[in-house]
């Protein structure tokens, strides 16, 4: 399987570089993936990208070893695995406030024994390998967005489940959920 390199740059305590993709274009992507980030995300949830464009641009993002995410629009077992599935490195997923939450994310992208993830990785195993299946479970990445009051009070717990490889903080719902408005240059004081 190609290797994921986001778990390399973690391992060597580095950031890693991300890009985000919202406008429905396998050309754009593959655009997007010449510029030099570590990772590109498709926004499924916010952004204008059905399934069909999803997959144009993860050919696009494939050119190159730039890791390819996804941040679908629900914790919903369906469209998680459908998206990895398509070749999503890892995948993003919205308003995850609970380890219940965060563990039913989990075992919807993990084949068993972990979780319970159907076999059909129709695209993945041409982008990937024809040794996807062996090591998915240890390679494809799982991020709850920490977006809301409940989900920062459930933080470490969330944190502690098994397969969650990393959080990715909502910066406008989490401001909408703790009394602010949303916007780019925040000069409401620290609230957290």
Partial sequence: MRENTLRKIWARGEAVVNGWL?????????VMAHQGFDSLTIDMQHGVVDYQVAVNMLQGISTLG???????????????MKILDA??????????????????????CKYPPRGYRSWGPVR????????????ANTETIVMPMIETAEALKNLDDILSVDGVDAIYVGPSDL???????????QTDPPVV
């Avoid at 629900?74 to 469209?79: E, L, T, V």
């Avoid at 401001?175 to 240059?185: E, Q, T, Y």
Wanted: contains cysteine; charged residues 15%.
């Fill in 175 to 185: 401001s909408l959920a703790m009394g602010l408005k949303p916007r780019l240059d």
């Fill in 66 to 80: 730039v890791v390819p995410l996804a941040r679908v629009p629900w914790n919903d077992p369906a469209r998680l």
């Fill in 22 to 30: 919202s406008i429905p274009s396998g050309f754009s992507a593959e």
């Fill in 87 to 108: 070749g999503a490195y890892g995948v993003i997923c919205p308003m995850i406030n609970t380890p219940q939450e965060a563990e039913a994310m989990v075992r919807a």
């Fill in 124 to 135: 993945a195993s041409l982008y990937a390998g024809g040794d996807y299946g062996d090591h």
